[in-house]
C-alpha cells in the first residue's frame, strides 16, 4: 500500500508539476519524494537542506541521532538498537534552553540556558548551538 502510495505522488509531482508537504517519521519514504527536508523537534525546525545535505552530513544532533536509530543491512544479526536516551518534552512544559538537552549528548551549560535560533548558511540551516562538524 505505501509502495503503490509513493509511486502515485511521485507520478503526480512529475505529471502535474506540484510540489508537496510530506510529514513523516520515515526518512526511507522521504529520501524517495523530498528535495528538500525540514527536521523538526518539540514544534520547531531544527534543521533544513537539501535531502541529500541533511541525510547524508547531519549538522544538528537531533537529526544524527534520529538517523543513527536505523538499523543498517550490513549491521550484524545482534548489534543493539541505537534509541534516542529519554522522551520528547511536553509541548506545553519545554525544557529551558534548547529543547532537545536533556536527550543530547553534546549539551553543554549554553544548551540549558539559551534556545538556539534558526542560522542559515547557504542552503543549510540548523539550529544548535554547537552543530555537528561536516
Ligand atoms: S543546542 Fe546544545 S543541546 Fe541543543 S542540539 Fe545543539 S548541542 Fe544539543
Known amino acids: 500500500m505505501q509502495a503503490d502510495i509513493l509511486v502515485l505522488l511521485a507520478s503526480l509531482i512529475t505529471e502535474q508539476r506540484l510540489a508537496i508537504v510530506l510529514v513523516s517519521h520515515d526518512f526511507g519514504v522521504v529520501s524517495r519524494l523530498a528535495d528538500r527536508i525540514h527536521v523538526m523537534y518539540a514544534g520547531r525546525i531544527v534543521e533544513e537542506g537539501t535531502t541529500a545535505a541533511v541525510l547524508g552530513e547531519p549538522k544538528h544532533p537531533y537529526t544524527a541521532a534520529l538517523l543513527a536509530c536505523i538499523p543498517r543491512m550490513d549491521d550484524p544479526l545482534d548489534s543493539p538498537l541505537r534509541p534516542i536516551p529519554g522522551q520528547p518534552p ?21 544548551c540549558r540556558a539559551e534556545a538556539p535560533g534558526l542560522v542559515h548558511d547557504g542552503a543549510r540551516a540548523v539550529a544548535c548551538h554547537f552543530p555537528l562538524p561536516a
Open 90 to 110: 511536553e509541548v506545553r512544559s519545554l525544557p529551558t534552553g534548547c529543547a532537545f538537552h536533556p536527550r543530547c549528548a553534546y549539551a553543554q551549560a549554553r
